[in-house]
Structure formats: C-alpha cells, structure tokens
C-alpha cells in the first residue's frame, strides 16, 4: 500500500512536470531556447514541449511593431541656438536571435544611438533649415539606425521628430516675425483687393461710356438710313412720276401748263429773284389773250 502511494506520487511529479514543460507560441511572438545555456533554438508559434531542466526559455519575443517615445534630447544646431527635441522610433523584431544575443538592453541602446544620430544632423543645419526640415532629418535618422541595428536583428521602419523647442527668447523672435508676416500678408490681401475693387470699377466706366458711344453711334446710323430711304422714296416718286408723264406722251401745251403750276409753287413770296423761262412767258401771253377775248365776248 504505501508503495502504491509512493508511485502515485511519482506519476503526479511527472505528470506536473511534463505539463509545465508544454509551452504554446502565441501569435507574433518567438521564444529563444537555450539548451544548458547555449542557444538551442527559436520557437515560432504553435505548441512545443521542452526539456525538463536541460532546456529553458531564454527571452520571449514579440515579433509586432513597436513604438519606443524617447524624451527630449539637447541638441546644439550649426548657428549655436541649442534646443529640446524628442523622437518617436517605430521597429520591428525580425530575427529574435540575434535580438537576445546580439547586444545589451536593445532599446537603452536603440536610443544613445537615435539622439548621437540626432545630435550630428541637427549639428549641420541652422535653426531655421532644422525647423522646416522634418522629413530630412526623419529619413537620415532611420537609414543610420536601420544600418545600424540590422546586427541586433531589429528593422527600423520610420522616425518621427515629435517636439522641436527652441529657447523661449527665439520662440517669442518667431513669433513676433509670424505676427509681422501675418499683417504684412494682410496688408497686401488689403491692397490687393482694393486694386481689383479700382480695376472693376474702371472696366465698368469703361464699357458703359463703349455701350454709350456704340448707342449714339447706331442711332446716327439710323437716323442717316432714315433720311437716305426718305431721299430714295422721293427720288423713285419722282422718276415714277417722270416715267408716268412720258408714258403720256404729254403735249407742248402741257408741259408748258406744268412749268406755270411749278412757276406758281416757286413764286410764293419766298423768292426774291425768279427768272421766267421764254417758253412760260410765251404762255402766259396766250393766256392773256385768251382772257381778253372771252372778256370782250
């Protein structure tokens, strides 16, 4: 009986040991195995069993992205204008080997390295190329870093510059020159706006005093195409006339009575000097006569 239990016991140890010795791999990590201290394996996920007290599990890795926000760094630009800059590195574990192995405290070394990096950069350009030269600064730091690290089994994917805080006496200079940019923009919108407001307004004098002059203009046409359809509708009432009289075939008698009615409409009191042609006196004579014999009858 106690030998029953004896075994019992024995069977239990073993079985707590077997089952703590079943490790599961999550996704997106990676376990480095040592074998009696030397590296013995990486386990990528899924379901391992290690050896009781000849293996054992190094270092745990996570395989995702990582996001590490170092604090402000002291940097000192070309123009000697010293200034706070803090980064944000995004990596990525890509071999967990040479991760564990490769060097100490990988993100204490990621970040010596980020604001060494930093401070040589930041060093070449002055102030005022550090502040619009984000993106620059950004990839020089990430190529140097992903060179840099590729021995620590680490990629590099990108750096942010997050904060840039030059000295408060240049915050309140670059400020003030805003402000001063700001209202000299202003003042040219002003003026801008005013010369167009004049433009408009002379292209409106303009094109009225055009529209006035083409008005005046068409209504001399007009009125000069009006007296001209009056002239040619008397001239063609004359020639209508005159062609109407020679289809007549009108008698010397009677071109001599006309010629007196038009010696009539003319000597209306209007003129003071009328010659009278022979023919129109000789008429006038035969009329006369012709009076005198009827007053005798």
Do not use: C
């Not at 402000?72 to 123009?79: L, M």
């Not at 620059?136 to 089994?153: M, P, Q, R, S, V």
């Not at 009191?269 to 000789?282: A, L, M, R």
Request: glycine share 4%; hydrophobic share 45%; net charge neutral.
């Amino acid at each position: 009986m106690p030998f029953l239990i004896f075994l019992g016991i024995i069977v239990f140890i073993v079985l707590i040991i077997v089952i703590s010795n079943v490790k599961v791999v999550p996704q997106a990590n990676a376990y480095v195995i040592e074998k009696l201290g030397a590296y013995s394996a990486t386990w990528s996920t899924g379901l391992h069993v290690k050896v009781p007290f000849i293996d054992r599990i190094a270092r745990k890795v996570s395989l995702k992205e990582q996001v590490v926000d170092f604090p402000p760094q002291q940097v000192i630009t070309k123009d000697n204008v010293t200034m706070q800059i803090d980064t944000v590195v995004y990596f990525q574990i890509t071999d967990p080997k040479l991760y564990t192995y490769g060097v100490e405290r990988p993100i204490s070394a990621i970040e010596n390295l980020t604001a060494t990096t930093l401070r040589n950069i930041v060093g070449e350009l002055e102030l005022d190329h550090t502040l619009t030269s984000r993106d620059l600064i950004n990839n020089k730091i990430k190529i140097i870093l992903d060179e840099a690290t590729d021995a620590w089994g680490i990629k590099v994917n990108r750096v942010e510059l997050k904060n840039i805080l030059p000295p408060r006496e240049i915050q309140d200079a670059m400020e003030k020159q805003m402000k001063a940019e700001r209202e000299r923009r202003a003042r040219i919108l002003d003026a801008e706006g005013e010369k167009q407001g004049q433009i408009l307004v002379a292209q409106g004098h303009k094109e009225a005093a055009i529209l006035q002059a083409d008005a005046i203009k068409e209504s001399k046409v007009r009125e000069a195409q009006g007296e001209a359809e009056a002239i040619l509708t008397v001239q063609k009432a004359y020639a209508d006339a005159l062609r109407m009289l020679n289809e007549a075939a009108p008698t010397d008698k009677v071109i001599q009575l006309k010629s007196l009615e038009t010696f009539e409409k003319v000597a209306d009191g209007k003129s003071t000097k009328i010659i009278i042609p022979s023919e129109i006196q000789n008429l006038a004579g035969l009329v006369t006569s012709i009076k005198e014999v009827v007053d005798t009858k």
